[in-house]
């Protein structure tokens, strides 16, 4: 297995342990579905995180995907509810619904573990703890849609679990006015409190 350098991330070289592999870290695309990246106009970043995925692909790397929707046997909850009647260019969409699936440039391979989920914290209702600890991931590399929503949350979650996280600068986006600057830079507060940023290129394998 291929051990690889620390990435220069800010504020601090990814992962504290130095030099990780693809035995224990994890490539983790959130919530690439088709209405969202038409709403953002995220194009641009499915197409920067496309050859990533390609390589991550190719060098044997775990690759995990969130996908955010409702099961519409059960509904949303209450605030849910009422978040897609205030804010409808951010609606959480029906399972199956048009508009839901991940978009085909990024779109899971078999095998390739797909976590549904309803709110923005994707470890929260979720086997995605028991899948990372399963297989050994330690690390994960971070891209994905909305920059403060799905992407900040499960983030600073799976910090507080104890995995190392690396978000990718040009690998997520929003379209909340100042929102993904402001993503940024509370992560890399202080001493990388909630992880590390840096660009796709700075990742090479």
Not at 61 to 77: E, K
Not at 80 to 85: E, I, P, Q, S, V
Request: charged share 15%.
């Amino acid at each position: 297995m291929t051990t690889y350098s620390p990435v220069a991330s800010e504020p601090y070289a990814w992962p504290f342990t130095g030099a990780w592999s693809m035995a224990d870290t994890a490539l983790f695309l959130i919530d690439f579905q088709a209405e969202p990246v038409s709403e953002i106009g995220a194009e641009p970043v499915v197409a920067a995180v496309a050859p990533l995925l390609a390589a991550w692909r190719a060098a044997g790397g775990t690759v995990l995907h969130g996908r955010r929707g409702f099961d519409p046997i059960v509904g949303l909850p209450r605030a849910a509810a009422l978040r897609n009647a205030v804010r409808p260019v951010d609606r959480i969409l029906a399972r199956g619904a048009e508009g839901w699936a991940i978009v085909e440039t990024l779109a899971p391979k078999d095998g390739e573990p797909v976590i549904d989920h309803a709110g923005d914290n994707i470890f929260l209702g979720s086997d995605l703890a028991f899948l990372l600890q399963r297989q050994g991931i330690a690390n994960l590399v971070i891209a994905g849609l909305r920059t403060e929503g799905a992407v900040h949350a499960t983030m600073r979650a799976a910090n507080d679990g104890g995995f190392e996280c690396l978000l990718l600068e040009d690998g997520t986006a929003t379209d909340l006015p100042g929102a993904k600057t402001a993503v940024l830079n509370i992560t890399r507060f202080g001493t990388g409190l909630f992880g590390t940023t840096a660009p796709i290129a700075a990742i090479t394998l």
